[in-house]
C-alpha cells in the first residue's frame, strides 16, 4: 500500500540543496509518516551523515531511537537503501511496524517460501522498495551483491554493529564478512549502529567495516525512564512472584541462566495463573515462534527466557526486566535491561542478585573455553576477558552507589545528577543488616572453628545452630559457634557469607566443591581493627519513582485498558504485533488528551497520516465510549 503523498525530491544531486529545505521536509516526512512532531538531537545527525553519503558509527542506547536514522534517509532520496540486522525475528519487527505506517520494506531471510522470496526480489527490481532487510550471511551470496549493485544501492546501515568485534560480548563471526561490502559498494556510504561499545569496540568497529573518516555519533547512554534495582537473592521463586506483581496484566521478561530453570520458573508461574511461558534456543523453533507471537500479540503476560537468548523477543511496552540470576557482562546487562521501556515509559529492571552465580558463570567460562578448539593462548585471553566482563558486573551489583552513574561511567560517560530518583541507592531501599560488623565476625570465626574444610552452606547451618547428619558426625554441635545466629534462616544467612565472600572479607578455594577459608582481612576483621556494612538480605521495600507517576499523569486508566483490548483484537485479526499497531505512549496519550476529532488525533505523538486513515474512527468510538 502506498504511504502518504510526499513532496520527494528528484535525485540524491538535490541534497546539494541548502541544508533548510531538507529539514522542513524532514520535519514534515516524520509527521506524515510517523506522528512525530521532532527528531532527536543525535538522529538529525546521523541522517544527515547519511544523506551526505558520510560513513557513520552510531552509538546510541537502546530505545533511543537508531532505526529512524536508516529509515527515513531513503523516503528523502527515493532510494533502496539496505540493513543487515543480526536476528531474523528483529528484521520482521521492524517490517511489520513499518507496513503500519505504510512504509515499503521487507526482509529477505532464510525463514520465506519461494513465492515470497520472488515477490520481494521483484519489489527490489522494480525499485519499490524503501529498506530491504537482509543477514549478514546472505551477503557472501553473489547473486543478491549483484542485484543490489544492479538497482545501486547507495547506503548500508549495518545493525547490532557490536557483533564483529570479539572485543564485544556478543561476537558472531559471519558479521566479519560484511568487510566485503566496501570492496562491492566502493561508492556507497556504511552506516554501523550499535547499542553498547566500550571506545575498543568502537575502534574494532570502525576498522573490521573500512569505514572512511566516519562520523562517530554518540548518544547518552543513560535510560532515565528505566528504574534500576539490585536485591539480594533469598528465594527466586517468591521474590520473583512478589516482583511481578508490582506488574500484573503488564509484559514483563523474566531471565535465568540455565534452559531448566526458565521451563520451572514458567510453569511455577503459570500455576499461578501468571500468564507466562519459557523462551530458549533449546526449544523447537515452532514453539519459540509461537511464544514470541503470543507475547507480542499480549496472549501472553511474561517471557521467562535465558540470558543468551532473547535478541527475537521485542516489544516496545515491556515494563519489568527481571534477572533471577548474574548476566555475564555489563554490555549484556545494559542490552538485556533495554528492553525495557522502549516506548519511553518507566519501566522497571531488578537484579536478584547472589555471588553464587559469580562463581557458577567462571566455571561455566572455564568449562567452555577448555571445550572449544581454541588453542591453549587463545582459550586463556578469552577466559580471562569473560572473567573481566564477569567481576565488571560484580561490582555493579555489590555497590551501593547510583546504578544510573554506574552504568553511565561503564560506557565511559559522567553522570551529572547527584540523585538520580530512579534507582534502589537514589530511593533509599537498600538497608543496612543490624550490627554488620559483630555478624560478619560471627561468621568469620565460624569459619575458624571449622578449619576452614567447609563450604558455605555447612557453615550458615552450624550458625542457625541446626541438627544436620553433618553436624553430628563432626562434632560441630559442640562448637562455640554453634547457633551464634539462630534468628536467621538459611537463605539469609547463606546471603550474608556471600556478601563476605564478595567484598573479599572471605576467601574461597576453587574447584568443585569449594570451601570458604579465612584471608588477612578476616583477621582483622576478627580483631576489631576492620569493619563491614552487609545489606539486609530481606530487604524489598519499594518507593514508587517520580517518572512512573509522571507517565500515569491524568491518564483514564479504564480508557487505557479499553485501548488495550481493542489493540489486542487488531493485532489478533491482523497477526501482528500489539505495539506495531500503537505502542502504549500513543495509548497512554490519547487516554490523557481524549482527542474528539480528526485533527485533535493528528496531534497525539506516533499518529500519522496512515494510522488516522486506519484507526481513526475506532479510536474516536472509544474515547467517545461509543464502543467496547
Ligand atoms: P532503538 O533501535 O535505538 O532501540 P527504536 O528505533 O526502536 O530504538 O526507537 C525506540 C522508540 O522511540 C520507538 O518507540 C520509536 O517509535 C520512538 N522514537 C524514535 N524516534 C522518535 C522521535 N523522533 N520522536 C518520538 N519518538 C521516537
Ligand atoms: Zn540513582
Not at 540543496?17 to 521532532?38: H, N, V
Not at 529498506?131 to 544492479?150: C, I, K, Q, W
Not at 519513582?545 to 491524568?554: I, R, S, T, V
Amino acid at each position: 500500500m502506498p504511504g502518504p503523498a510526499t513532496s520527494l525530491p528528484d535525485s540524491i544531486s538535490s541534497l546539494d540543496a541548502p541544508a533548510e529545505p531538507i529539514d522542513s521536509r524532514i520535519t514534515d516526512m516524520l509527521s506524515r509518516w510517523w506522528g512525530f512532531d521532532q527528531l532527536r538531537p543525535l538522529q538529525a545527525e546521523a541522517i544527515h551523515s547519511a544523506l551526505d553519503g558520510r560513513d557513520s558509527l552510531v552509538v546510541m542506547p537502546t530505545g533511543g531511537g537508531k532505526s529512524l536514522c536508516y529509515q527515513l534517509p531513503p523516503l528523502v532520496t527515493e532510494t533502496t537503501d539496505v540493513v543487515i540486522s543480526p536476528l531474523v525475528a528483529l528484521m520482521k519487527d521492524q517490517v511489520d511496524s513499518l507496513e503500519a505506517i505504510g512504509y515499503p520494506a521487507a526482509a529477505l531471510h532464510s525463514g520465506l517460501s519461494s513465492e515470497e522470496r520472488t515477490r520481494i526480489l521483484n519489489r527490489l527490481a522494480a525499485g519499490e522498495l524503501r529498506l530491504l532487510f537482509t543477514a549478514p550471511e546472505r551477503l557472501v551470496n553473489t547473486g543478491l551483491l549483484d542485484m543490489l549493485a544492479r538497482v545501486g544501492v547507495k547506503r548500508f546501515a549495518i545493525d547490532e554493529a557490536h557483533c564483529i568485534s570479539h572485543w564485544g560480548h556478543d561476537f558472531r563471526p559471519e558479521y566479519r564478512q560484511m568487510s566485503l561490502l566496501r570492496e562491492r559498494f566502493p561508492s556507497a556510504s556504511l552506516h554501523a549502529f550499535t547499542a553498547t561499545a566500550t571506545p575498543r569496540v568502537r575502534d574494532d568497529i570502525i576498522s573490521q567495516l573500512h569505514l572512511r573518516n566516519p562520523d562517530v555519533l554518540l548518544g547518552t547512554f543513560d535510560r532515565p525512564n528505566l528504574i534500576y534495582r539490585v536485591v539480594p537473592r533469598t528465594d527466586r521463586i517468591t521474590q520473583t512472584l512478589h516482583i511481578l506483581g508490582r506488574h500484573a496484566g503488564e509484559a514483563s521478561i523474566v531471565y535465568c541462566i540455565s534452559r531448566k530453570e526458565t521451563e520451572r520458573l514458567a510453569a511455577r508461574l503459570a500455576a499461578e495463573g501468571l500468564l507466562a511461558r519459557p523462551y530458549h534456543a533449546g526449544l523447537d523453533p515452532e514453539e519459540r515462534r509461537k511464544t514470541q507471537d503470543a507475547f507480542a500479540r499480549e496472549t501472553i503476560d511474561v517471557v521467562v527466557a535465558t540470558v543468551a537468548f532473547g535478541m527475537g523477543i521485542d516489544r516496545s511496552d515491556v515494563r519489568l526486566v527481571l534477572h533471577t540470576a548474574l548476566p555475564k557482562s555489563l554490555e549484556a546487562y545494559q542490552q538485556e535491561t533495554g528492553r525495557s521501556g522502549r516506548d519511553g515509559l518507566a519501566a522497571e529492571c531488578v537484579l536478584l542478585y547472589s555471588s553464587a552465580d559469580v562463581f557458577s558463570w567462571e566455571s561455566l567460562v572455564r568449562k567452555s573455553a577448555l571445550e572449544s578448539e581454541l588453542e591453549s593462548t587463545q582459550a586463556e585471553a578469552l577466559i580471562a576477558g569473560q572473567i573481566q566482563h564477569l567481576h565488571a558486573m560484580r561490582r555493579y551489583a555489590q555497590a551501593t552507589r547510583c546504578r544510573h552513574a554506574a552504568l553511565s561511567e561503564y560506557f565511559g560517560q559522567a553522570y551529572g545528577s547527584v540523585s538520580c530518583g530512579a534507582c534502589d541507592v537514589c530511593l533509599g531501599e537498600t538497608e543496612s543488616f543490624p550490627d554488620s560488623t559483630v555478624t560478619a565476625q560471627k561468621i568469620v570465626s565460624c569459619v575458624a572453628r571449622v578449619q576452614e574444610r567447609f563450604g558455605v552452606r555447612h557453615i550458615c547451618e552450624v550458625l542457625r545452630g541446626a541438627k544436620t547428619d553433618g553436624i553430628t558426625r563432626h562434632g560441630h554441635d559442640r562448637l562455640s559457634t554453634f547457633g551464634l545466629l539462630p534468628s536467621l534462616d538459611q537463605r539469609a544467612a547463606e546471603n550474608l557469607v556471600h556478601q563476605l565472600l564478595d567484598q573479599g572479607m572471605l576467601a574461597r578455594s576453587s574447584g568443585d566443591r569449594p570451601v570458604v577459608m579465612l584471608n588477612d582481612y578476616s583477621w582483622e576483621l576478627l580483631r576489631g581493627t576492620r569493619s563491614v556494612v552487609l545489606q539486609e538480605p530481606r530487604a524489598g521495600k519499594t518507593r514508587a519513582p517520580k517518572a512512573d507517576e509522571d507517565d500515569w499523569q491524568g491518564v483514564d486508566r479504564d480508557l487505557f485498558e479499553r485501548m488495550r483490548k481493542w489493540r489486542r483484537h487488531v493485532a489478533e485479526a491482523r497477526g501482528k504485533p500489539a505495539w506495531t499497531i500503537f505502542d502504549d505512549k500513543s495509548l497512554r496519550a490519547i487516554a490523557r488528551e481524549k482527542p474528539a476529532s480528526p485533527a485533535a488525533l493528528l496531534r497525539i505523538k506516533g499518529i500519522g497520516e496512515k494510522r488516522l486513515a486506519d484507526f481513526g474512527t475506532a479510536i474516536l468510538d472509544l474515547v467517545a465510549g461509543r464502543s467496547l
